[in-house]
């Protein structure tokens, strides 16, 4: 497989991996900020640095980078079989 393909791979199961990370970081985010009362708005916005749409990309780029890495890291990507096995 030529590096590209593979790259891309890598960068598609990483969204993947942290778009379904969102959810539960953002309940223990907000479990955090509860329970040293903090606002959660200024959590997700760090502090009024980003307005709350970029504070949500940010967020998200964070869980990007760290499945980034579990995909490279986790994954047998020199395997020359990644699919189905097909049926003679």
Do not use: D, H
Not at 6 to 18: D, K, L, M, R
Not at 51 to 57: E, K, M, Y
Not at 65 to 70: D, H, T
């Amino acid at each position: 497989m030529s590096g590209a393909r593979v790259a891309s791979q890598v960068a598609v199961v990483a969204a993947i991996v942290a778009s379904l990370l969102c959810v539960p970081v953002a309940a223990l985010v907000a479990l955090f900020s509860y329970l040293f009362s903090l606002p959660l708005g200024s959590v997700a916005t760090f502090g009024g640095a980003f307005n709350l749409p970029f504070g949500l990309v940010a967020w998200w780029s964070m869980c990007f980078a760290a499945a980034l890495v579990y995909a490279v890291a986790a994954f047998p990507w020199k395997e020359k079989v990644l699919a189905w096995p097909r049926k003679n």
